[in-house]
């Protein structure tokens, strides 16, 4: 059972930032925010984690509330090969599993 | 970034027969391999966790006799699906965790077809 709700699907024009949110009201305090992608018929690829701050990387920015209740991710400059399911998930420190729910399918469209 | 590689990215074979599935971790060593199944449209799905040298843990509703998973070494985690049937074709995936670092890195897939 996800512990993450994520709309279905959404579309974002290219070279536009793709904000894509996710809730996660029953967060733990020991729980971190993963994001990981998946774009068709590949393995899922890392993109950022946080646990309360804002992070930033490479690929994209977390902006995580004060409550930790929701989570943004940003991509800031979104491009075709951007299109995929994105999965935001919720982690204890420590355990390794990772529970995939039906993610948010991100279509960038020229 | 760490990589994972899996062998073979595609097999089709016959129903009755077994096949055996390979993951590597190509520049680390990883203590802890999992295994994923999904199916078409649908989200990943944990199948078990291997340890190296250890007995997997299988998740629940997961058959252990029927896919068994062997952690000889710190690179490398074998999934076999003994007795295949048509209702196992599915996209199997392995993912590696890099020691004490919590990314997990995930291989690229084997697709599975039982005729």
């Known amino acids: 059972d996800a512990k993450t709700t994520q709309p279905p699907s959404m579309d974002c024009a290219e070279g536009r930032a793709a904000n894509l949110p996710c809730n996660h009201s029953?967060?733990?305090?020991?729980?971190?925010v993963y994001w990981y992608r998946q774009i068709h018929s590949q393995g899922p690829q890392y993109i950022i984690h946080?646990?309360?701050n804002n992070e930033t990387n490479e690929m994209a920015s977390l902006i995580i509330t004060e409550d930790r209740k929701s989570s943004t991710l940003i991509l800031p400059h979104a491009t075709l090969r951007d299109t995929a399911v994105y999965y935001c998930i919720v982690r204890v420190e420590g355990d390794y599993k990772l529970s995939f729910g039906a993610g948010t399918t991100v279509t960038v469209r020229a | 970034g760490a990589v994972v590689s899996q062998h073979p990215s595609w097999v089709i074979c016959k129903s009755g027969t077994s096949v055996k599935i390979e993951c590597r971790s190509l520049?680390?060593?990883?203590?802890?391999m999992f295994w994923y199944r999904q199916f078409p449209k649908q989200s990943l799905m944990l199948m078990a966790t291997s340890n190296e040298g250890s007995k997997a843990t299988y998740e629940q509703g997961v058959e252990k006799d029927k896919f068994l998973i062997n952690h000889a070494s710190l690179t490398l985690s074998t999934l076999t699906v003994t007795s295949a049937h048509p209702e196992d074709s599915s996209f199997y995936i392995c993912s590696a965790v890099q020691g004490a670092n919590h990314e997990q890195y995930f291989g690229p897939g084997t697709r599975l077809t039982v005729t």
């Open positions: 029953t967060i733990s305090g020991n729980e971190y």
């Open positions: 946080g646990l309360k």
């Open positions: 520049d680390f060593q990883a203590t802890t």
